[in-house]
């Protein structure tokens, strides 16, 4: 009897840890995009996106639904933040998503802000240089706190990517499908100075498969071939264990309010085009 009241009370208190850890991830989720609705939906509230060009939602994402977009010219989602996004993403935040990637372009991915870079012009970006390197930061002030990870993924298979930012600096972490979590090497450090209050451009989109200004030259803009799914902004830092727990195939319960196409009752706003080409 001893026996099996102690097994009971390790068994519960296993249950219990496991769904402490489970909710840990639901805690600060601010914006979730799952692709799940067959639509770039947010599943935690109205900033809700736009499908641009050759950009389209197929049933080969890591879970389920995600957003493949092709590489032509303005192939893309834009999503437009709403103030208390905005007001999230000065502080500190996580930013992550699965990629998948066919031709990385140079500085295209999940970013958000003027210019992908070359000076303090975007509030954040996880975006690829190649396709296997990454260029990663934030932007305080005058200063762009950008790092790269060159041979941090791999063409043709699926990789977690995330980047968390407390207000004092930011980490790159990468997990290969099925893999162990790293924080990959950078020649300009990772982790990273940032120090908050990270800059905003409320009135640029957060942008999925584009970089803008390359170079810093307006028009000079390249667009992803791959896959993007599961992009989630959270209001605070996750720790390194649960950025683990993400990489493993964990999802935030919160993320998944939206399952299935035509069970939505959020009004859709318009999101308007900010690159016209």
């Not at 908050?196 to 390359?214: C, K, S, T």
Request: one cysteine or more.
């Amino acid at each position: 009897m001893k026996l099996f009241i102690s097994t009971l009370a390790i068994a519960i208190l296993a249950i219990s840890i496991s769904i402490s850890a489970y909710a840990d991830l639901n805690d600060g989720v601010v914006g979730a995009w799952t692709f799940d609705d067959g639509k770039a939906t947010d599943a935690i509230g109205n900033a809700h996106g736009e499908l641009f060009k050759a950009a389209k939602i197929v049933a080969k994402g890591k879970f389920g639904r995600a957003l493949d977009v092709d590489g032509s010219d303005d192939t893309r989602v834009d999503i437009e933040f709403n103030a208390d996004l905005e007001k999230v993403v000065e502080g500190p935040h996580t930013l992550s998503y699965w990629l998948y990637v066919r031709n990385g372009a140079n500085h295209s991915g999940v970013w958000k802000g003027e210019k992908v870079g070359w000076g303090a012009n975007f509030t954040f970006r996880i975006v690829t240089t190649s396709s296997t390197g990454l260029t990663w930061g934030t932007t305080s002030g005058g200063t762009e706190n950008w790092f790269a990870t060159d041979g941090a993924i791999e063409p043709e298979k699926w990789f977690h990517v995330c980047q968390t930012a407390d207000g004092d600096e930011a980490i790159g972490y990468v997990t290969p499908e099925g893999g162990k979590t790293e924080i990959p090497a950078s020649g300009q450090a990772n982790p990273q100075v940032a120090p908050e209050p990270y800059n905003l451009f409320p009135d640029r989109p957060l942008e999925l498969g584009a970089g803008r200004q390359i170079g810093g030259n307006v028009g000079e803009d390249f667009f992803l071939d791959g896959i993007i799914d599961d992009v989630i902004i959270w209001d605070r830092a996750l720790s390194e264990d649960e950025v683990e727990d993400l990489g493993s195939g964990e999802r935030p319960e919160k993320a998944l309010a939206v399952k299935a196409e035509g069970k939505i009752t959020t009004t859709w706003g318009k999101v308007k085009s900010y690159h016209h080409r």
